[in-house]
């Protein structure tokens, strides 16, 4: 038995259950945006964590470069003080001490920065850079005349083996780097720059200790000498493509060339043929202060390399540092929309569609909608419903076919009866209907050549009818799926599908052709010749890309 509640108990469960339903529906969508803004957050927050540590890694190897090149430099002032006696507080001595400062000071910020094998191997090369100022030290305190040829060589071999003890550093540290695609092998090319940089200071070194003892040099030393300039024009050649991609080393790379390999090796030239004699003209300072400012562009090259990996570093930690903000910016909102979108559909949307719904239903059953007659079963009122219904139903028919002449109206021009301006516009953002055109599509634009002179010389009327033939002309000529829409005054445009520029500019040109080819009627018998300039691209739809 059924009570008269019923209906209403009901019409309450059926409630409950839609909102049920929209609620578990709303918040299943809620988990798939926040779970989809999350893992975007974490892969943009990867990046930005990897470019942050790919910039300190390059940090550690730019200062792992000069280091080496520290300690090669503390070469020069050593050969000067090789060839003579001085006294502590003489310029070259207290040049020594300050490039010795220096490097201790480099070395010291390594030691607060790389790893734990990474520092192994700093702290072997420490000691060997010990041995060797200790060394030169004890040499230094003899007096030159009671200094021997092969005493003079060996803190020139020592300082090469501490050197050289900072390679498989500069190695490791080089291979953690992750370069950007803008710069290729930027480790291996900053290496080789050293590598250049301390084979040249290597070449007053070998010939020091003769030049000091007035005597001549070994054939040996000579093979040494041009296998290490030998090395030094192979590095070069190695790294001077790369070097010119960049025109911010277009001018140390010249000065290079010009003052090192022209300058400096032809220095080492002649005193190599000095040395074959042992009849010297140069002094072991004369021989430094000539050699080591030749040396100087290199140190410039290099830094301006290492300066320019470093720079496109912090723009790329900066970019993503944005995305980072904008992406977490982006999370938090998503969030508080959903939340917001939930309660308001609930409250605005859902509940007064139920009521509708009703109204509707409640409607429904009582006549068909569809059927006129059907108010003859009811009262005045329902009739009156009825009525108003059928006249709201003819209504509406009316104004969907006064909607789609307006719309035919609204979308061609009404002079050529191509696609207007508007709706030109509507295609290339992809509004409306044409959603589901391809992304990728050619730009071809028509512009009728010298048409002023046309209005001018023959009259407005002239000018349409030049108008029209021209878009029938277009029309003939275009493909099934191509759109031609007047872009302007006498100009046009032709939007084409695809991304093949060679088929759009071969269309383009068979419609200037036949545009040129084929005279127009103009009335009274009379024709008119008529030619139009055309432009071809191709690209992406989309108002940023446009």
Partial sequence: MNSPLSPKIKNFNRKLS?????????????????????????????????????????????????????????????????????????????????????????????????????????????????????????????????????????????????????????????????????????????????????YAGRLGSILTPYIAKREAIGEDERDQLQRTVGKIQQLWELVYPNLKRFPSLSAPTSLVESRFFGDGLSLIARLEEEARSGQYTYTTRMMTDELVPTLLPLEETRLAYLNLMLDQDDAQLQSTSLWFFIVTLLTLLIITINITLIVATQRLIFYPLLKARDDIVAISEERDLQNATAAQHGGPEIEEVFRAINVLRSKLLERQQLTAALQLQASTDGLTGLLNRRVFDSIITGQGYFEDIDSNVGLILIDIDKFKSINDNYGHEVGDIILKSVANCIKRNVRFDDFVARYGGEEFAMILPGSELAIFTQLAESLRLAIAEDPFDIGEGKVLAVTASFGVAIGQRGEESW
Avoid at 28 to 34: E, M, P, R, V, Y
């Fill in 18 to 198: 839609l909102n049920a339903k929209l609620s578990t529906g709303s918040f299943i969508l809620f988990g798939l945006s926040l779970t989809l803004a999350i893992g975007l957050f974490l892969i943009i927050g990867k990046s930005y964590f990897d470019a942050w540590d790919n910039h300190h890694r390059i940090v550690i190897y730019r200062n792992v470069l000069i280091a080496a090149n520290k300690i090669s430099a503390e070469r020069g002032p050593i050969n000067t003080l090789l060839g003579g006696d001085y006294p502590d507080d003489s310029a070259v001595k207290k040049r020594l001490w300050q490039f010795r400062r220096e490097t201790d000071d480099i070395l010291n910020i390594l030691e607060n920065t790389l790893q734990k094998d990474d520092r192994a191997m700093l702290h072997h090369a420490r000691s060997l850079l010990n041995d060797a100022r200790k060394r030169t030290d004890q040499i230094l305190a003899i007096p030159f005349s009671q200094r021997s040829l092969s005493t003079l060589t060996q803190p020139a071999r020592m300082m090469f083996a501490a050197v050289d003890a900072m390679l498989p550093l500069t190695n490791a540290t080089a291979l953690s780097l992750s370069p950007d695609d803008g710069m290729a092998d930027e480790p291996l090319i900053g290496k080789k720059l050293l590598e250049i940089r301390d």
